[in-house]
């Protein structure tokens, strides 16, 4: 009689223990830790944390326009790590979605957004501009002082002769 009760016991505060990790990962999972040079939060939408969406961040403050990018977490949650001082436009992407509003940002802020369900197909299916710049190689180019590049200059000082 005491060994049921003592299960019983012990299978009622398993179950609460279970209960109260899956009500705490439905709600975001609280807070994300950040420091001082980063942005973070949580993405959450009509039901609830939205996890696999972009969270784009964007400055045109620095002397290069700077674009990071990162996917959100199970629970919705997202870093933006080391970023340089500045002021940062934050905002929303992904399938079904549509772009969130643009939220103003700095790092060592927690930066809680909205993802936006899109109305209708052809609205997830639009992209309203492309945020990827991998390598503006011709503005590079110019910046750079005009000279032949190391690979020619290697190239003419060890031909064979021929």
């Not at 005491?2 to 990962?25: D, E, Y």
């Not at 959100?72 to 969130?100: E, F, H, I, M």
Request: positive net charge.
């Amino acid at each position: 009689m005491r060994m049921t009760r003592l299960i019983v016991l012990l299978c009622f505060v398993l179950g609460l223990a279970i209960s109260l990790t899956t009500l705490r990962a439905q709600q975001g999972g609280g807070a994300v830790a950040i420091d001082n040079d980063d942005i973070g939060g949580v993405v959450t939408g009509a039901r609830g944390p939205e996890a696999g969406v972009w969270v784009i961040a964007e400055t045109r403050d620095l002397p290069t326009r700077l674009i990071k990018i990162v996917v959100t977490n199970d629970q919705g949650r997202y870093v933006l790590p080391d970023l340089p001082k500045a002021t940062y436009d934050v905002w929303v992407r992904g399938y079904g979605l549509v772009d969130s509003p643009k939220t103003k940002a700095t790092p060592g802020k927690a930066v809680n957004l909205t993802a936006v369900t899109a109305p209708n197909p052809a609205a997830a299916a639009q992209i309203t501009r492309t945020v990827l710049v991998v390598d503006d190689a011709a503005a590079a180019e110019e910046r750079l002082p005009r000279h032949r590049p190391l690979r020619q200059r290697h190239r003419a000082e060890h031909q064979e002769p021929g």
